[in-house]
């Protein structure tokens, strides 16, 4: 004990330079990575790690601690119960923990439930109720609700290594863990001293939508790259209106930087309803965008601009046409938005040989009005290429429009 005390000391030393982790100096890294190593073959580490956590020296326990839960030979599983269950009452007891030294012990603790998905002790699988497990957060102050969160979206986070572990994951829990978020997200939503949780529920359920739920990588070409591929086992969470109500409702009362969280509903894939449903959860999502539209305080924001996305009639397809024609006006403040505004724009007229309603679709009267703000813009900004140095957007000849052009040139040429 006395011969670990002075290694200690050296250790922590270490770790409080970040060496391990940050540091420059490849000596001490290779001293750093030495001295963890020996500790996790030492036959006392369990012991020596818990030492290490009642000195403080806790990111370079939890280091030691996720390396030797990972190893190919696992540790009996009574030993992983209580390092999790140690952990666990480790991040409760100690309120003033740095968010960068909780996220290293949450990451350790959904690590180990990970790993141990499917281990059984006295025919029980131990690791398995993991709201159980943070139920305890949950009812305590907003920090502790916090940390339960925060282990719950861990846990949430996609791993390519144990497919099996996400499929049965995703199979028993992830569907109780976002109907969870979503209800303390409606206790929460009008608490605005509640921001930082709100943030880390937000995280959470954006996590559970984010998970591969049919189990194939994603092709990064296809345009249908960011569809929410949702269970058929969820649809009535979907088809509720409060669900969607809410998110809305947290988009307008959150600011920027939080509502860009809340859109991701809107990319559910199609095949999840039938026709009926399909219908109403659409005639949902007009209702909320058409209410974003009429107050679009949030889109002032790049990111959000980026990710909003729609399209009701007649008066939603007026906004839209509005909202286009302004982003278009002023692309400097969201140019990532411009592609996906053309692309909604192309893919409505390209639907026009299919519409099968006697209802005007008004894309005649619209579409002539997208496609002259887009070229006038273009040219518009050409002063502010020039003098910025900017990308210039006429480079792509593949998306201008001759007639309009040539006409708007030769008017240009003459006052010349």
């Not at 073959?41 to 009642?54: A, G, H, M, T, V």
């Not at 030691?64 to 540790?75: E, F, Y």
């Not at 980026?306 to 939603?316: G, I, L, R, S, T």
Request: aromatic share 8%; with cysteine.
């Amino acid at each position: 004990l006395l011969k670990f005390r002075k290694s200690l000391s050296r250790l922590r030393t270490l770790c409080l330079k970040y060496q391990l982790y940050e540091g420059t100096d490849v000596a001490q890294q290779m001293q750093a990575e030495n001295m963890v190593l020996e500790l996790i073959n030492s036959p006392d580490c369990l012991s020596q790690c818990q030492l290490l956590l009642e000195q403080r020296a806790v990111i370079l326990a939890a280091t030691c601690l996720s390396r030797l839960v990972s190893r190919a030979s696992p540790l009996p599983i009574e030993q992983r119960i209580d390092i999790r269950n140690y952990l666990l009452n480790y991040v409760t007891s100690q309120p003033t923990l740095a968010p960068l030294v909780t996220q290293a012990l949450v990451q350790v603790i959904a690590k180990i439930t990970k790993l141990g998905w499917f281990g059984i002790l006295k025919d029980q699988l131990v690791f398995k109720d993991v709201i159980a497990d943070v139920e305890e957060f949950l009812q305590n102050t907003v920090e502790r609700c916090i940390i339960g969160v925060m282990i719950l979206s861990e846990l949430t986070q996609p791993s390519a290594k144990h497919h099996e572990i996400a499929a049965s994951f995703l199979g028993t829990s992830l569907k109780d863990i976002l109907v969870l978020a979503c209800s303390l997200l409606k206790e929460v939503r009008l608490f605005t001293i509640k921001l930082k949780f709100i943030q880390h529920l937000l995280k959470l359920v954006l996590n559970c939508l984010n998970l591969d739920s049919i189990g194939n990588s994603a092709d990064k070409s296809a345009d249908d790259l960011h569809t929410v591929q949702i269970p058929g086992s969820w649809r009535r969470i979907f088809l509720e209106p409060e669900t969607l109500d809410l998110f809305f409702d947290l988009y307008h009362c959150l600011p920027p930087m939080l509502s860009q969280l809340v859109i991701q509903f809107a990319s559910t894939r199609g095949s999840l309803f039938n026709n009926p449903e399909g219908a109403r959860y659409l005639g949902n999502l007009i209702k909320g965008a058409k209410q974003t539209l009429e107050n679009p305080q949030g889109l002032s924001d790049p990111s959000n601009n980026y990710e909003f996305f729609v399209a009701d009639y007649p008066e939603v397809i007026q906004l839209i046409a509005n909202y286009t024609i302004t982003g278009l006006q002023h692309w400097e403040f969201a140019p990532n938005s411009v592609h996906y505004l053309l692309t909604l724009w192309q893919r409505m007229v390209a639907s026009v040989p299919f519409v099968r309603t006697a209802e005007p679709h008004l894309l005649d009267t619209y579409a002539p009005e997208i496609t002259k703000a887009y070229i006038t813009s273009r040219l518009e900004c050409v002063p502010v290429v020039v003098r910025g140095g900017l990308e210039d957007p006429l480079d792509d000849t593949a998306t201008v429009t001759c007639t309009l052009l040539g006409q708007l040139f030769d008017q240009n040429a003459q006052n010349y």
